[in-house]
């Protein structure tokens, strides 16, 4: 059972899509709009001042092209901290490439004209990647360090030969093992 509604911003320019998703929006309990606007530049402003978890956005918006649109709000869908994710998803009126999808970091797709059921459905879909999962290993597997001690070196340490790290004052020892360690 959710704990929290889902605080949803839907950007639509064809204001009769944008009169029927804040209708859907209304009707299913677990969420909750925070505004219905025709306009992205807009919506770049509510999402930077309100905490939105889900993003309705049409694919064709005047103002703002989709793609700039999202590499403007990428830290918000790809955040570094502890945030939930922004989710996107986008509507169109043409299906649109999972590749393309997965690329620019949209969550799903609204075919226009969609029905509630759909609409429920893709919400649902989005919201499951908000469970906890554990997190993905680093992607790279290497840390360059650089340590200074009668000058610079860089030294090449994989994550998983880590034994344990310890800290001493202003200084901080990774073991590799019980005699092998550096100190940075």
Not at 92 to 104: A, E, H, R, W
Not at 145 to 161: C, E, H, M, P
Request: hydrophobic share 40%; aromatic share 8%; charged share 20%.
């Amino acid at each position: 059972m959710r704990q929290q509604k889902i605080k949803v911003l839907i950007l639509e320019n064809d204001i009769h899509q944008l009169t029927t998703t804040i209708e859907f929006v209304k009707r299913t309990a677990h969420l909750q709009l925070t505004s219905g606007l025709p306009s992205s530049r807009e919506g770049l402003y509510r999402i930077f001042n309100n905490r939105i978890d889900l993003l309705i956005i049409d694919n064709n918006m005047p103002d703002i092209p989709l793609h700039e649109f999202l590499l403007q709000i990428q830290s918000l869908t790809q955040p570094k901290t502890k945030r939930r994710r922004l989710r996107v998803l986008v509507t169109s009126t043409q299906p649109l490439k999972k590749s393309m999808l997965d690329k620019l970091g949209i969550s799903g797709q609204l075919t226009k004209p969609f029905d509630y059921d759909t609409f429920v459905l893709q919400i649902d879909n989005a919201c499951e990647s908000w469970q906890d999962k554990p997190l993905d290993p680093l992607p790279n597997t290497q840390l360059f360090l650089v340590r200074q001690s009668n000058g610079i070196q860089r030294v090449k340490i994989n994550f998983y030969a880590i034994a344990y790290l310890q800290a001493d004052g202003m200084d901080c020892k990774i073991w590799l093992s019980d005699s092998l360690y550096y100190t940075v």
